[in-house]
């Protein structure tokens, strides 16, 4: 192998050169010889030493970098399985177990588990700088953040890398939550000067633009983020989705989710979660089939997705179905943890707030007030966890608790631009100051406030439901969603947006397509209810996009079931749909889930 590197100044002259020819038998060794001879060649008087610790495995090396690149695009699932599988290739490769563990604490594992891959990067490789800006992420995603020791670590590690990207934008949310608002500002804009392109920090700098008030400029930062090539991100699509959502756009919003959509047909990158933001989309337009349908898809496709977990809470939650939502976080988290004790912080949070708006005041109580300071909680998890806890201690008499919680403070309480609305009006009303709250209600309508299918049923407003007000403005917002709906299907129908989309998938190369599901016989009665589903909440479009539709299924699964093939395809083709067709074909039996009412 020959390796021809070269240095040119700043003009483009070329003043060194030189060519490596070396057998291909340690790829590393001949990385690191190149790197110092760089280095001597710019500065002859540095002393060079190669690294301590280097991979040993090329499949491990492989799988580091893949990892890597899916940390930094925030795939956190896909991450954490690309860097076990190099850590389990090379188990003395530090840099894997770095990476692992901020995988980890971004919500792939956890906090438990992200703290001993901490520990082992930092035992086999002392003084890692990713290991220990891991280490700074930890402190704040722990049961009790503690932001003033994770801000100490951060400083410390930017000292040796001011470039780091990552550590810069924790430390940002660390002062932020210490109420340094002016300092956390100053450091997202160096982190964005740095890396202009960065997912995360695009959405984050989209959202302060936003909230300022800047549609404008928030769109342009997510759209130079998606006309990158190298983006195989989702986030800069949440964030102009947000936005639309915040206005009250849901046309918008659903338009952004059939682009990523498209997006993820040509490419097959990250999928399922182009799934979930039309879930998201029609969840607010109030379309229930579709969004069991995109939900449906997802969880066949990708079973194992913390996403699609994630995402069959909120839509459990959104149809006010909170008890089955509380039911379907702890068996996730039991699963994806190990122990729900172990789960993140925010996460623990969730359980709190489903179990206050369950009615399990007590239990709601125990848990949000097992997490600490709550209301130094960031994002919008903090804002929903604060004002559960304060209703559960109102429900069961002790108002003394609810009533500091619900004091409100700029910057800690309300500051997530499409929670700031809704939670400004609710904790009026929590707070049992009626007239203010309708007052609030009515502003926020006003400024684009559409979340009526998802929050319609939230509990919390009780005092209210009868007041005619309040009905009022319910209907108003309800009227304007169900337009929106209708001038969505007008502008392109579901029926042809979704074969086109199937069509696309079809088509991908079969060495890009996911992993397919191995066939059981619990395998064959659960496809048999997913298709029972599906069809009746396909019974709308035409006989042959649901024979489309299923067919794909049948060819994704390779499912062996010839008679039922058959069946299924005479059934499509009908025009008809009944409860007796479809218990033709499923021979699941009264216990489908599918024919329950």
């Given at each position: ?72 695009q925030?795939?956190?699932g ?31 594992m ?5 703290r ?96 300022r ?52 047909a ?10 979930c ?47 089955a ?12 943890f ?83 609305p ?6 009026a ?24 299918y ?14 005619p ?39 991908q ?49 390779q ?39």
């Amino acid at each position: 192998m020959r390796v021809s590197t070269q240095l040119l100044d700043e003009n483009g002259v070329q003043v060194w050169s030189r060519n490596f020819d070396r057998r291909l038998t340690d790829i590393f060794a001949i990385q690191s010889e190149i790197a110092v001879a760089v280095a001597e060649a710019v500065v002859p008087e540095i002393t060079t030493r190669t690294p301590k610790l280097l991979p040993t495995n090329l499949d491990a090396y492989d799988h580091y970098l893949r990892g890597r690149d899916l940390v930094y695009q925030r795939q956190v699932g896909a991450a954490a399985e690309a860097l076990e599988r190099a850590t389990e290739l090379d188990p003395q490769f530090a840099p894997a177990y770095a990476e692992l563990a901020i995988a980890g604490a971004l919500g792939a594992m956890s906090i438990e588990s992200a703290r001993e891959a901490v520990d082992t990067a930092l035992t086999l490789q002392p003084g890692l700088l990713r290991a220990l800006a891991a280490r700074g992420l930890i402190l704040q995603d722990q049961h009790s953040p503690d932001w003033s020791a994770s801000g100490a670590v951060l400083r410390r590690v930017l000292v040796q890398d001011p470039n780091m990207t990552d550590a810069i934008m924790w430390l940002a949310a660390s002062l932020r939550n210490q109420g340094f608002d002016e300092d956390a500002d100053e450091l997202t804009a160096r982190a964005l000067r740095i890396d202009p392109l960065h997912p995360t920090l695009s959405r984050i700098a989209a959202q302060n633009a936003a909230e300022r008030g800047e549609d404008q400029r928030a769109i342009a930062i997510a759209r130079r983020v998606i006309e990158s090539p190298e983006n195989g991100s989702f986030y800069p699509y949440v964030s102009l989705f947000e936005l639309h959502w915040a206005r009250g756009r849901l046309v918008d919003a659903a338009r952004v989710a059939r682009e990523w959509t498209d997006k993820s047909a040509r490419t097959d990158t990250f999928v399922n979660t182009c799934y979930c933001l039309l879930v998201w989309a029609h969840s607010l337009l109030g379309d229930r089939a579709l969004t069991e349908y995109w939900f449906e898809r997802s969880r066949r496709e990708f079973p194992e997705s913390w996403w699609t977990d994630f995402f069959e809470v909120f839509s459990l939650r959104w149809q006010g179905r909170y008890r089955a939502a509380l039911s379907a976080a702890e068996a996730h988290f039991r699963q994806r943890f190990g122990k729900e004790d172990e789960a993140p912080v925010h996460r623990l949070a969730m359980l709190g707030v489903l179990e206050a708006l369950a009615g399990d005041h007590s239990a709601a109580i125990e848990r949000l007030s097992s997490l600490g300071d709550v209301q130094g909680m960031s994002g919008p998890g903090g804002v929903d966890a604060v004002q559960a806890l304060a209703w559960a201690y109102a429900k069961t008499g002790q108002a003394d608790r609810s009533e500091p919680l619900l004091l409100e403070r700029q910057g800690t309480l309300f500051f997530h631009m499409h929670d700031v609305p809704y939670g400004y009006a609710l904790n009026a009303a929590l707070r049992g100051e009626d007239e203010q709250a309708l007052d609030r209600l009515e502003a926020i309508i006003e400024s684009g406030w559409r979340t009526y299918y998802v929050q319609h049923h939230d509990p919390r407003w009780g005092a209210l439901r009868n007041d005619p007000r309040f009905q009022a403005l319910m209907e108003k917002v309800k009227a304007d969603v169900d337009r929106q709906r209708a001038e969505l299907e007008a502008m392109e129908p579901h029926e042809a947006f979704a074969a086109r989309s199937m069509t696309a998938f079809q088509r991908q190369p079969k060495a890009q397509t996911r992993r397919r599901g191995r066939w059981t016989p619990a395998g064959e009665r659960s496809f048999q209810c997913s298709i029972c589903r599906l069809v009746r909440d396909f019974s709308l479009v035409s006989p042959k996009a649901r024979f489309s539709v299923v067919k794909w299924y049948f060819n994704r699964w390779q499912v062996p079931m010839p008679s039922m093939r058959a069946a299924m395809a005479q059934y499509l083709k009908s025009p008809s749909v009944n409860s007796a067709s479809v218990s033709r074909v499923c021979r699941t039996g009264s216990a489908c889930a599918s024919r329950r009412p």
